[in-house]
């Protein structure tokens, strides 16, 4: 059984740091690319960052590159996603997902991210 559980959000202020992490069980995990997705309130999914199984080659949205950092440890089998300068607009639902951007087949239950003073 394949699953994703997200952890690490929480309540930051601008100009913060988060680190979010994503515990995976139930598929090969060294093998697949995965994804950060987000969903910002009466908004749709938008796609953040992404990277292959090996750990190679990064890729991340504008709105994001420059302040968030993807990573993972193929031994802890865990997605990690540094936040730094965060604004009020990264307030979302943030989700690991397994697969590159827009060709994803699982994804966690999400852990909340809230930028406020």
């Known amino acids: 059984q394949v699953q994703l559980v997200e952890s690490g959000g929480g309540l930051a202020q601008p100009g913060g740091s988060l680190r979010l992490s994503c515990l995976v069980s139930?598929?090969?995990?060294?093998?697949?690319?995965m994804s950060w997705i987000r969903q910002a309130p009466g908004k749709g999914l938008e796609w953040m960052s992404a990277i292959y199984g090996d750990g190679s080659d990064p890729s991340y949205a504008d709105s994001v590159k420059g302040r968030f950092t993807i990573s993972r440890d193929n031994v802890k089998n865990t997605l990690y996603l540094q936040m730094n300068s965060l604004k009020p607009e990264d307030t979302a639902l943030y989700y690991c997902a397994k697969g590159l951007k827009d060709d994803y087949d699982y994804w966690g239950q999400g852990t909340q991210v809230t930028v406020s003073s």
């Open positions: 139930g598929f090969t995990f060294k093998s697949y690319a």
